[in-house]
Nanobody
Framework: QVQLVESGGGLVQPGGSLRLSCAAS????????MGWYRQAPGKQRELVAAITEGTTNYADSLKGRFTISRDGAKNTLNLQMNSLKFEDTAVYYC?????????WGQGTQVTVSS
């Protein structure tokens, strides 16, 4: 059973930063692809950033503010979020593809509010 567990969400003021982590129950390097997605109230889930076979890609609107990374030592997928805006408020999910199967974490809430 592969599990992904997100952490690091919370309440932050506009312009602030948060760092999300996704802990995997299997080696991070065993995943063919991993990524962060988000879903705001009333909206569809959307890609934030992903790493596929070493290549990273970001949603165009988030380039320059968000950075995705993998930490092999800690076995985590991370998302550094800077200059947060009201519209970044959403539940953030970690997704992994491994051996033909797709896995999702339970999500972590990020709320940007003054």
């Amino acid at each position: 059973q592969v599990q992904l567990v997100e952490s690091g969400g919370g309440l932050v003021q506009p312009g602030g930063s948060l760092r999300l982590s996704c802990a995997a129950s299997r080696s991070i390097v065993s995943f063919n692809a991993m990524g962060w997605y988000r879903q705001a109230p009333g909206k569809q889930r959307e890609l934030v950033a992903a790493i596929t076979e070493g290549t990273t890609n970001y949603a165009d609107s988030l380039k320059g503010r968000f950075t995705i990374s993998r930490d092999g030592a800690k076995n985590t997928l991370n998302l550094q979020m800077n200059s947060l805006k009201f519209e970044d408020t959403a539940v953030y999910y970690c997704r992994g593809l491994r051996l033909g199967y797709e896995y999702w974490g339970q999500g972590t809430q990020v709320t940007v509010s003054s």
